[in-house]
């Protein structure tokens, strides 16, 4: 079984801090991704990684920024937080075909 | 702009009964389509999903269909199951688009209730 692991599932951080999520794949899959899904707007794709030290930005990157130094872990950071970045942060990966993306847990993020 | 869409936002229905669930799509570059559950604080699970070269596709209580002329798709759960109950968000993908064949371009999702 694909198993994608995430950092934490409940973080509070403050308006300002730098913040890291981390997100570790156990399948040697080529791609991951980042999400963040809030109420009535779905899952929207922030950032990317087609392959280690390769990244591109999703729909929403702004405030955002990632790091693959790994194959199997892709970090997402944020440099500032802010308040309208809590939200739920969810992790995916897949091998490049076929296209099924697999989900990890998610981390809740409240930004206070 | 949104590009796959789920235009009901919940759906209830009686256990054992068939659960509908639909999905439309603007982008006609888009030839692959997958479904997810999502349960409350977990992340979503891939269900089923089915080529463009396709017009149906049966996993157990799960089927897919695609109607391409019309840009629809849509789930049938047969019978439905109080464990149904969960969030469902279709999503699509245009696998021939070069760079953009990585990405899951997700539709809003359907709250499925299932009432034993």
């Known amino acids: 079984d694909v198993k994608v692991t995430q950092s934490s599932r409940y973080l509070v951080k403050r308006t300002g801090e730098k913040v890291f999520l981390e997100c570790v794949q156990d399948m040697d899959h080529e791609n991951m991704f980042w999400y963040r899904q809030d109420p009535g707007l779905g899952l929207r794709l922030i950032y990317f990684s087609y392959d280690v030290k390769m990244k591109e930005k999703g729909d929403i990157p702004e405030g955002y920024s990632v790091s693959r130094e790994k194959k199997e872990r892709f970090s997402l950071i944020l440099e500032s937080a802010s308040t309208n970045q809590t939200s739920m942060y969810l992790c995916?990966?897949?091998?490049?075909?076929?296209?099924?993306?697999?989900f990890g847990p998610g981390t809740r993020l409240t930004v206070t | 702009d949104q590009q796959v869409k789920q235009n009901s936002p919940s759906l209830s229905v009686q256990e054992g009964r068939i659960s509908i669930l639909n999905c439309d799509y603007t982008n006609s570059m888009f030839d692959y389509f997958l479904w997810y559950k999502k349960y409350p604080a977990e992340g979503p699970t891939f269900l089923i999903s089915?080529?463009?070269?396709?017009d149906k596709n049966e996993d157990g209580r799960f089927t897919v269909f695609l109607n391409k002329s019309a840009k629809h798709l849509s789930l049938h759960i047969v019978p439905s199951q109080p464990g149904d109950s969960a969030v469902y968000f279709c999503?699509?993908?245009?696998?021939?688009?070069?760079?953009?064949?990585?990405?899951?371009?997700f539709g809003k999702g359907t709250l499925l209730t299932v009432n034993p």
């Open positions: 089915i080529s463009s070269i396709k």
């Open positions: 999503a699509a993908s245009a696998t021939r688009s070069g760079g953009s064949n990585y990405k899951l371009t």
């Open positions: 995916a990966s897949r091998r490049r075909l076929p296209y099924e993306q697999y």
